[in-house]
């Protein structure tokens, strides 16, 4: 078991920026690669970005690349979603999720942490 725990969501303005965290407890961090994924209202959860196991491979969705980052600290097992430029679209609940292999399909994903809220306002 892995749990997860998202913090550092919030209400922020366009252009803005946020950091969220994901703490893991439980099984060895270092095993898992670590996917971001949201949700805005009646919509499906989405995938944002995904980083790899050792931190050297990150992926992101065409959405968010050149605005989001993405990095990991193993010695801490946080994992950390830099997001820059905010607009409103951005908007939603922010889940990370842990899975043994690196890929952007929710279905994929083992452990999922509760979510945080990001709101971005115009």
């Known amino acids: 078991q892995v749990q997860l725990v998202e913090s550092g969501g919030g209400l922020v303005q366009a252009g803005g920026s946020l950091r969220l965290s994901c703490a893991a407890s439980g099984r060895t961090f270092s095993n898992y690669a670590v996917g971001w994924f949201r949700q805005a209202p009646g919509k499906e959860r989405a995938f944002v970005a995904v980083?790899?196991?050792?931190?050297?491979?990150?992926y992101f969705a065409d959405s968010v690349k050149g605005r989001f980052t993405v990095s990991r600290d193993n010695a801490k097992n946080t994992v950390y979603l830099q997001m820059n430029s905010l607009k409103p679209e951005d908007t939603a609940v922010y889940y990370c999720a842990a899975t043994r292999v690196i890929v952007t399909t929710a279905p994929q994903y083992d452990y999922w942490g509760q979510g945080t809220q990001v709101t971005v306002s115009s």
């Open positions: 980083i790899s196991r050792s931190g050297g491979s990150t």
